[in-house]
Nanobody, 121 residues
């Protein structure tokens, strides 16, 4: 099972940008699809964006489509989430996890510590 470490969160004004990273270790990162999820206070964790094993195909939730871009660098065992035009409703703890490509369900019960994104209005 891969170990996943998220980073890059912080405080940003509405309309601003952040780039999140997910570093994986302990398994062959390049062989499986990955995704970003987020959880806001009082809400369930939700799917944000997914990407196939080689980074060639990405898919997004409707709420972030056109504003967020998911990518990966298999040589660095790292996945990214570029977040632009941030809105207060994007504030949440962001997590990464494996997925079956094309789905929105995480494969692993294990979650990293996440990275906090705060958006001020």
């Amino acid at each position: 099972q891969a170990q996943l470490v998220e980073s890059g969160g912080g405080l940003v004004q509405a309309g601003g940008s952040l780039r999140l990273s997910c570093a994986a270790s302990g398994r062959t990162f390049s062989t499986y699809a990955m995704a970003w999820f987020r959880q806001a206070p009082g809400k369930e964790r939700e799917f944000v964006a997914g990407i196939n094993w080689n980074g060639g195909i990405a898919y997004y939730s409707d709420s972030v489509k056109g504003r967020f871009t998911i990518s990966r660098d298999n040589a660095k065992n790292t996945m990214y989430l570029q977040m632009d035009s941030l809105k207060p409703e994007d504030a949440a703890v962001y997590y990464c996890n494996e997925v079956v490509f094309g789905t929105t369900q995480a494969r692993n019960a294990y979650w990293g510590q996440g990275t906090q994104v705060t958006v001020s209005s």
